[in-house]
């Protein structure tokens, strides 16, 4: 019974090989691997809230879904929020601010809290519930749980306003977030997280294409809703497939949505778990009414349309605008002179007088580098230069001799100085004594 377990419910990532390993046979996990592929992908709740925000920025997602933002690498991701019934997708750095996340989801919960229905006045106190957070279970980290999604059902926890004050104020990329999958704000109930409706989805087989593009339609939601809340979820369910189907090529083979019900009587799409997809091949979507014309039907609507434009009496409009504009042109060069400037002597950019007159004033040799001549250098020879016959020499000299008049000690004239130079010092037992007479 065990062996029988193990081959059904292995895949192909390394665990399952280890786990395997003389256990089950091989040939049977080789067909489970193809029966897998062929019952499709599971997903994260993440996954397919990137999913319907990647969307949203090209077309109308109507699907109620309360403001979520998604976290990875111990850092926000991105951000879903809900304007008038539509989902809106953010990657904004701005808004992905643990401080702008705080004043925003403060500032909206309050004023969801302060919505009434319409004619009725509640004095009825709410909590101070803001947000809901999401674990990873058993402290997994949530950048290593897209194989298993399973991870990603962890504990839900109920922040209040001071709770979630004090939670966003760490500093974004601590290991505190890494467990953290998602921040959602909650919506207006006196208990709890409200009423829970579970909802298990698959695609209908065979795939009706106008019955997906019908649960795209959201403009009786709130009259559904109103008259039954099973068939408003079983709706969103279908208006997500059909999303899946028509712009991301996938059909969701099983999903478990969950809703939430508020005190209003508004149904809001919470999360999903168990969602398993596949891809599917759908046929071209027609963008325009063009697209829906045959060949006959354009070729016809070609000939009206060049039959029409004989017929037109006067000129046709590009031809007077065109006529206004070079009118306006020619006004405008003649005022700038314009001809005048074009046909003028070319431009010489290089001054020959500047030129002859500089070569004039400062001569040299073409092959050489020009060397710079100063006043203040000596042209001296110097083969014949000696630095111990200079004036400074000398003069140094001349001082150090007016403090010794011993001239065995210090010579005198030039030869006996440069020999003084030149040689070396004598042993001191060898040097006469006087000259270490101080006098």
């Not at 290593?144 to 001071?162: C, F």
């Not at 601590?174 to 207006?188: G, H, P």
């Not at 016959?389 to 440069?418: A, C, G, V």
Request: aromatic letters at 10%; one cysteine or more; charged letters at 30%.
């Amino acid at each position: 019974m065990y062996n029988q377990c193990v081959a059904d419910f292995s895949c192909e990532c390394s665990v399952c090989k280890k786990q395997a390993r003389g256990k089950a046979e091989l040939p049977k996990i080789k067909s489970l691997k193809t029966t897998h592929r062929n019952i499709g992908t599971r997903k994260r709740f993440i996954w397919l809230l990137a999913e319907l925000g990647i969307q949203s920025l090209t077309h109308e997602v109507a699907i109620p879904t309360p403001e979520v933002v998604v976290f990875g690498k111990c850092r926000p991701q991105f951000l879903i929020q809900s304007s008038n019934h539509l989902l809106k997708y953010s990657t904004s750095g701005d808004k992905l601010r643990l401080t702008e996340i705080l004043k925003s989801y403060t500032k909206i919960v309050r004023n969801r809290k302060k919505e009434e229905k319409p004619g009725v006045k509640s004095s009825e106190p709410y909590g101070k519930e803001i947000a809901l957070l999401r674990y990873t279970l058993n402290n997994k980290d949530n950048d290593s749980i897209d194989e298993t999604p399973e991870y990603e059902n962890g504990p839900l926890r109920v922040l209040s306003e001071k709770e979630f004050f004090d939670f966003m104020y760490e500093r974004a990329g601590s290991n505190l977030w890494k467990n953290i999958v998602y921040i959602q704000t909650v919506i207006k109930c006196k208990t709890g997280i409200g009423d829970v409706i579970s909802i298990n989805y698959s695609t209908a087989k065979p795939m009706n294409l106008d019955d997906l593009k019908s649960a795209l339609v959201y403009d009786a939601d709130e009259k559904i809703m109103s008259n039954d809340n099973i068939s408003y979820c079983q709706l969103i369910c279908k208006r997500i497939d059909a999303l899946m189907h028509f712009y991301s090529r996938l059909e969701i083979l099983h999903m478990k949505a969950e809703f939430c019900q508020d005190d209003l009587g508004k149904i809001w799409f919470m999360y999903a778990t168990d969602i398993c997809v596949r891809q599917v091949n759908m046929p071209k979507q027609l963008t325009n009414e063009q697209g829906k014309l045959t060949e006959e039907e354009l070729a016809a609507l070609n000939a009206d349309l060049d039959e029409r434009i004989t017929q037109c009496s006067g000129k046709p409009k590009f031809e007077e605008y065109s006529n206004k504009m070079i009118g306006i042109y020619h006004n405008v060069k003649e005022k700038a002179d314009v001809d005048r400037v074009l046909t003028a002597k070319p431009v010489c950019y290089v001054d020959n007088n500047l030129i002859q007159e500089l070569q004039t004033r400062h001569t040299w040799i073409k092959n050489n580098p020009i060397i710079r001549k100063s006043a203040f250098k000596m042209n001296r020879d110097k083969s014949s230069f000696d630095p111990r016959n200079t004036s400074r020499t000398k003069q140094r000299f001349e001082l150090i001799k007016n403090y010794s008049k011993n001239e065995d000690f210090f010579p005198t004239n030039y030869t006996q100085r440069r020999e003084w130079i030149y040689t070396p010092t004598p042993e001191p037992n060898l040097r006469n004594k006087s000259s270490f007479i101080l006098r």
